[in-house]
């Protein structure tokens, strides 16, 4: 070994010997920082509101270490709830070095608020709900409260809603909804359609849980009683369905959503089933079970193109009325055919409707809220209705496929238009082009 190797042997070994002791007595001295603790926490603002409706929606404790980060979070967190017109949390010294109060400043509410809303479904048509007053948190208890009057060209209503969101002061909640409406329900017979009118007012009652297992889950009552307006050519087919019928229904379900993302997901999933039954004893006049099923998924590819597919289907039993039934055709059933084009008179107690779809977004997502601004859409669709003296068969369905763009609005969510050809041919019709609001599934 020649001598210059050996000096260079010395220098490397000097070198990170000094390296390791400056590092050793580095970590001798140096002190980690010292961990903040929530002394109290302190509400401003709160001129009716009760403390408890804060405490129960925020994560911050006194005695625990206080995370920067969850400033932020727990201000969101109140933001969400819209309970308030504005929140702002920050903190001051506490009595001693160490401690910290947090400091939770709120404006409330001091009148009701009011909203305007729009939208299209298969069964409601195109409405306006001009007129909807908010009054959440009115009393001080975190209650939510609702008027809405919803105008539109098949339904109007009246509704006023009630929801108490931690019932005696646990995790569960619970909702109620008064209404009275009025809606049209189209028939085909002999390729002509004929509109019945049906009145209807009742009461909805729903039982949840925010958090846990529960949480997947609901209880569900209603009683609604129904008037339809006799249109004579309807008289002999729909015959106990003309007249006055009372629903009362005792209903439950599961409910999963796994989506990334609600207004635009590209992974997850999102299901339901849900189980009902009119009986006499719950205030009915007529007695049917029905069962209800809805699974979406979602897949994206190539970090841009998604998959989603959809599979919905129920079956009932034949007691029910025809405005309890099930429908075919229209831009949120079966597109390629229009709105319940394909319902058998007297509509159907059995259904099932495939949906695929290949999502193309164009541009960058927005950063104010989730989602594209434009997507383009190729879709294939398939779907099936049946009377209860039927049994369902899959050469039954028709099919359909088509393209769609999607823009989306600043106050009325998504525009939807689709263009769909029908693979099954009923009245020579190529094409059918729909123009609806929201997400297809």
């Known amino acids: 070994m020649n001598i210059h190797t050996q000096v260079k042997k010395i220098f490397v070994g000097l070198y990170f010997t000094l ?61 969400q709830t819209e309970l308030f017109k504005d929140v702002d949390i920050y903190t001051r010294p506490g009595s001693k070095k160490g401690l910290v109060i947090v400091v939770i400043e709120i404006i409330e509410n ?40 919803k105008l539109g060209n098949r339904v109007t209503g009246n509704y006023f809603d009630i929801k108490e969101p931690n019932l005696f002061n646990s995790k569960a909640y619970i909702g109620f909804q008064f209404f009275g409406e009025h809606q049209d329900y189209l028939h085909y017979i002999a390729n002509k359609d004929t509109i019945e009118t049906v009145f209807s007012k009742g009461i909805r009652i ?37 007249e006055n019928r009372v629903v009362g229904a005792l209903s439950t379900g599961l409910i999963t959503d796994t989506r990334d993302n ?28 029905k069962l209800l099923f809805d699974f979406r998924t979602y897949k994206e590819f190539a970090s841009k193109p998604v998959y989603a597919f959809h599979i919905k289907g129920g079956i009932m039993g ?33 259904q099932l409707i495939i949906q695929n779809e290949f999502r193309f977004p164009i541009g960058n997502p927005e950063t104010d809220s989730p989602g594209y601004k434009h997507t383009l859409v190729l879709f294939y669709d398939a779907g099936g209705i049946w009377m209860s003296d039927q049994i369902p068969i899959l050469f039954d369905l028709y099919h359909t496929i088509g393209a769609g763009y999607r823009l989306k609005l600043p106050v009325f969510d998504i525009l939807r238009f689709d263009i769909a050809h029908p693979l099954n041919n009923i009245e020579n019709d190529l094409l059918e082009f729909h123009i609806s609001l929201g997400q297809t599934f």
Request: aromatic fraction near 16%; hydrophobic fraction near 35%.
């Open 262 to 289: 609600t207004a635009f997901p590209t992974s997850g999933i999102w299901g339901a089933v849900t189980g009902e039954v009119a009986l006499k004893y719950l205030g009915s006049n007529t007695i049917f079970p």
């Open 19 to 79: 390296l390791m002791s400056t590092v050793t007595l580095y970590s001798q001295s140096a002190k980690p920082p010292q961990a903040l603790i929530i002394e109290k926490i302190e509400i401003e603002g709160n001129n009716k509101t009760k403390p408890y409706v804060i405490e129960k929606y925020i994560s911050l404790k006194p005695g625990n270490e206080l995370v920067p980060s969850e400033l932020l979070e727990n201000t969101l967190l109140l933001q």
């Open 206 to 242: 729903k039982l949840g849980a925010n958090t846990g297992m529960l949480k997947h889950t609901f209880l569900g009552y209603r009683l609604v009683g129904y008037r339809p307006k006799k249109v004579k050519e309807l008289e002999p087919l729909l015959q106990d369905d003309y």
């Open 318 to 350: 034949n007691k029910a009325p025809y405005y309890e039934r099930f429908y075919l055709g229209g831009a949120s059933s079966l597109r390629g055919f229009s709105f319940s084009r394909l319902t058998p008179p007297g509509w159907g107690t059995k």
């Open 110 to 149: 001091k009148w009701p608020t009011y909203r305007f809303e729009g939208g299209h479904g298969d069964l409601n048509g195109w409405y306006l709900s001009p007129i909807i007053f908010r009054m959440d948190n009115f009393f001080g208890h975190g209650n939510y409260f609702s008027y809405t009057w």
